[in-house]
């Protein structure tokens, strides 16, 4: 990423009040509880609990990051250690302030989970769907590898890059090497048997 980047101002929210904000829910809360409704009313009050929890926790991991001392950080961009994080990510993203493109941020998902050798074969804007392909594929268990790979690479994904709805993972063609050879006691000699001496000749 190169060196200073900036969050377009123009597309920060506007200005909230916060004592306002906090009393328009109380009169929604309010509003579901005169229906009689427990269930909505509680399903309500679940929803504000998790949303509090998920801002909560986004603007205490900015506090970490943000105090981290200088000689820790990130080299370069200030803005680094953010926006590779993947919960700050997360909130940029949804409110669409994240400063750098699809691309970008699709790169970004797939570095963090590197062990998985994951290439970028295309997307297809039209259907979310993220193709890509398991460098490192092959050998015994390659199917279970590659969805190992694949729930990896969209639970990165669903920080970085929400666009992507959907993710095929392509395991590497090793259609060109040679077959394994099983390798027995003898000529004629089947898998599980064991091998006996051949019997005495009669003199």
Same mark, same amino acid.
Not at 151 to 173: G, H, I, K, R, S
């Given at each position: 990423?190169?060196?200073?980047? @900036?969050?377009?101002?123009?597309?920060? !929210?506007?200005?909230?009040?916060?004592?306002?904000t906090g009393? =328009? /829910?109380?009169?929604?809360?309010?509003?579901?509880?005169?229906?009689? *409704?427990?269930?909505?009313? &509680? &399903?309500?009050?679940?929803?504000?609990?998790?949303?509090?929890?998920?801002?909560?926790?986004?603007?205490?991991?900015?506090?970490?990051?943000?105090?981290?001392?200088? $000689?820790? =950080?990130?080299?370069g961009d200030?803005?680094?250690?953010?926006?590779? *994080?993947?919960?700050?990510?997360?909130?940029?993203?949804?409110?669409?302030?994240?400063?750098?493109? =699809?691309?970008?941020? /699709?790169?970004?998902?797939?570095?963090?989970?590197?062990?998985?050798?994951?290439?970028?074969?295309?997307? *297809?804007?039209?259907?979310?769907?993220?193709?890509?392909? &398991?460098?490192?594929?092959?050998?015994?268990?390659? #199917?279970?590898?590659? @969805? @190992? !790979?694949?729930?990896? &690479?969209?639970? #990165?994904?669903?920080?970085?890059?929400?666009?992507?709805?959907?993710?095929?993972?392509?395991?590497?063609?090793?259609? $060109?090497?040679?077959?394994?050879?099983?390798?027995? @006691?003898?000529?004629?000699?089947?898998?599980?048997?064991? !091998?006996?001496?051949?019997?005495?000749? #009669?003199?």
């Amino acid at each position: 990423m190169s060196a200073g980047t @900036t969050i377009d101002a123009t597309r920060a !929210a506007p200005a909230v009040d916060a004592v306002r904000t906090g009393q =328009r /829910i109380e009169d929604v809360l309010d509003r579901l509880a005169t229906t009689g *409704d427990p269930a909505a009313r &509680a &399903a309500a009050e679940e929803l504000v609990q998790a949303l509090m929890d998920f801002y909560g926790a986004g603007l205490a991991r900015l506090l970490h990051l943000l105090s981290t001392p200088v $000689g820790r =950080r990130t080299p370069g961009d200030p803005l680094a250690g953010l926006l590779g *994080d993947e919960l700050v990510a997360s909130l940029l993203v949804l409110h669409d302030l994240h400063p750098e493109d =699809r691309t970008t941020r /699709i790169t970004r998902a797939l570095d963090s989970v590197r062990d998985h050798e994951l290439d970028v074969v295309d997307f *297809d804007e039209e259907t979310g769907t993220l193709r890509l392909r &398991a460098a490192g594929g092959g050998g015994c268990g390659c #199917a279970a590898s590659a @969805t @190992t !790979a694949q729930q990896a &690479a969209e639970d #990165a994904l669903a920080c970085f890059a929400p666009e992507v709805t959907a993710v095929e993972v392509q395991t590497a063609d090793r259609s $060109g090497e040679p077959p394994l050879l099983q390798i027995g @006691t003898g000529p004629g000699a089947r898998a599980g048997t064991t !091998a006996r001496p051949a019997p005495a000749k #009669a003199p």
